[in-house]
C-alpha cells in the first residue's frame, strides 16, 4: 500500500510523513533525498551547473543507491551515507536545477516506485500523487503559509528563532523555489488538501494520521 504526501517546500511533508509511516508500521521513502543524491553525485563529477545535462546527471547517478533501512530508506553516494554532502549549500542551489529535468524525474520516480513495490510506503516529494503513485490509497497535499514556511526552514538549520529580516529573505527564495517546483508540486484532483500554516506538527500528523487509518480500516473490510 502506498500513501502519497506531496506539498512545496518546507510545507511540513517529510516530517508528517516519517511520523505517519513510523506509527503505521510503513516504510517512508524521501523522493527528494534521491534527487538531492542525484545532484551531490553531478556536483561530485565537476563543472559548472549551467552546463550540466540530463545525461550527465544520469551518468553521475550511477554511484546513487537506495537502501532499505529499519523504518524506510536511505540514498547511499558509493555505497556510503552522504547526508551532509547532500544538504550542502551548491546541492541546495541545484537541486530545482535537476529536479526539471524529465529524464532525472523518471528516473527518481522508477526507484521510488520500485521501493512501494517491495513495501507498504509512505512517500513525500514531487510528482508522488499524480505520476509515481496515481493510485495510491491516500493522498495527501499540505501547503502553508510563504512565511510561515520560511521560518520552518530556518529553525531547520539554526537552532534560535530567526529574525523578521532572515524570515522575509528565506521567503523571497521560498517564491523562487515554488516557481521552479511549479510543474513537479501540483496536487491531485483527488488528494486531500491540509493548511499546516496554523497546526503544529503533531496537529497536522493527527489529520494525516486519522485520513490513513480509516483507509486501512476500509481496506481490511473489503479483504
Known amino acids: 500500500m502506498a500513501i502519497a504526501v506531496d506539498g512545496p517546500a518546507a510545507s511540513g511533508k517529510s516530517s508528517s510523513a516519517k511520523a505517519i509511516a513510523r506509527r503505521l508500521g510503513f516504510r517512508h521513502v524521501d523522493s527528494g533525498a534521491l534527487y538531492r543524491a542525484a545532484t551531490a ?12 545535462t540530463e545525461q550527465s546527471v544520469l551518468d553521475a547517478a ?75 490509497a491516500l493522498k495527501v497535499y499540505l501547503v502553508a503559509d510563504q512565511d510561515e514556511r520560511a521560518r520552518r526552514r530556518l529553525l531547520e538549520r539554526a537552532d534560535r528563532p530567526p529574525t523578521a529580516d532572515e524570515i522575509a529573505e528565506e521567503a523571497k527564495r521560498i517564491v523562487r523555489r515554488d516557481e521552479l517546483d511549479a510543474a513537479q508540486s501540483a496536487p491531485a484532483p483527488d ?18 494520521a486519522a485520513l490513513a487509518e480509516a483507509v486501512l480500516r476500509a481496506a481490511a473490510i473489503r479483504r
Open 41 to 52: 553525485a553531478r556536483v561530485r563529477a565537476g563543472g559548472s551547473a549551467e552546463t550540466w
Open 191 to 208: 488528494a486531500v488538501l491540509i493548511d499546516t500554516t496554523h497546526l503544529a506538527q503533531p496537529e497536522q500528523i493527527e489529520r494525516i
Open 62 to 136: 550511477r554511484i546513487v543507491r537506495l537502501e532499505p533501512t529499519d523504518v524506510g530508506f536511505t540514498a547511499l553516494l558509493d555505497g556510503l551515507p552522504a547526508d551532509e554532502e547532500m544538504r550542502g549549500d551548491k546541492v541546495t542551489r541545484n537541486v530545482s536545477r535537476v529536479a526539471s529535468m524529465p529524464a532525472v524525474r523518471e528516473w527518481v520516480n522508477s526507484q521510488v516506485r520500485q521501493a512501494g513495490e517491495e513495501h507498504d510506503v509512505v512517500v513525500d516529494g514531487r510528482d508522488i500523487g499524480t505520476v509515481v503513485f496515481p493510485d495510491a
